[in-house]
């Protein structure tokens, strides 16, 4: 199978509710995550054992036989088809593949973690802070020996700097860019 195929089914738009539905559920989430760090491809068997492992704080080698199974069931049951309806993967006798699809979910992914402030309002204070620095060169309050385009080469680099770190750690957040799903890398 290619990494990003085309669902088998005419896919239908997802609205926000029904993506915010799919995404509310972690073995989902964590379906996705595997499939999207593995090259869009992955077995259901691999995929319920990595997610036992991880509901159950464990290494892969230490989860029990009863603990896959349920995982296993629950996705192959339950999760496999809401994605498959949704265009999200495809799924052939227990090889799953995601579908181009699932590169609408990352846009739902840019999280905030709960010790940080949302990035709408770091950028409003930035802003204000810019605007305070202008105003304080305009009246003359910094000396006249630095030179007005220095305080603008200055904002932007803020901005510059702020912006490349925000799409730094907006990229973290998604679905499989890291070994584990993000709400494990808190």
Request: overall charge negative; glycine content about 6%.
């Amino acid at each position: 199978m290619s990494a990003l195929s085309q669902p088998t089914q005419t896919s239908t738009q997802l609205s926000h509710t029904d993506i915010h539905d799919l995404l509310s559920n972690s073995r989902r989430r964590h379906t996705i995550h595997i499939l999207k760090r593995d090259d869009g491809e992955g077995a259901l068997s691999s995929i319920a054992e990595e997610v036992a492992a991880w509901e159950n704080d464990k290494p892969v080698a230490a989860v029990e036989s009863s603990e896959r199974h349920r995982v296993y069931t629950s996705i192959q049951q339950n999760h496999i088809p809401r994605l498959e309806r949704a265009g999200i993967i495809t799924h052939d006798r227990g090889d799953l593949e995601l579908t181009s699809e699932a590169d609408r979910l990352d846009l739902y992914m840019d999280v905030v973690p709960d010790d940080s402030i949302p990035w709408g309002e770091y950028y409003l204070g930035l802003s204000a802070f810019s605007l305070g620095l202008v105003a304080a060169a305009w009246v003359g309050v910094f000396p006249a020996s630095i030179p007005t385009l220095m305080w603008a080469a200055l904002i932007g680099l803020l901005f510059a700097g702020s912006s490349a770190y925000h799409v730094y750690e907006s990229s973290q957040q998604l679905l499989g860019n890291s070994e584990k799903p993000p709400e494990f890398n808190a």
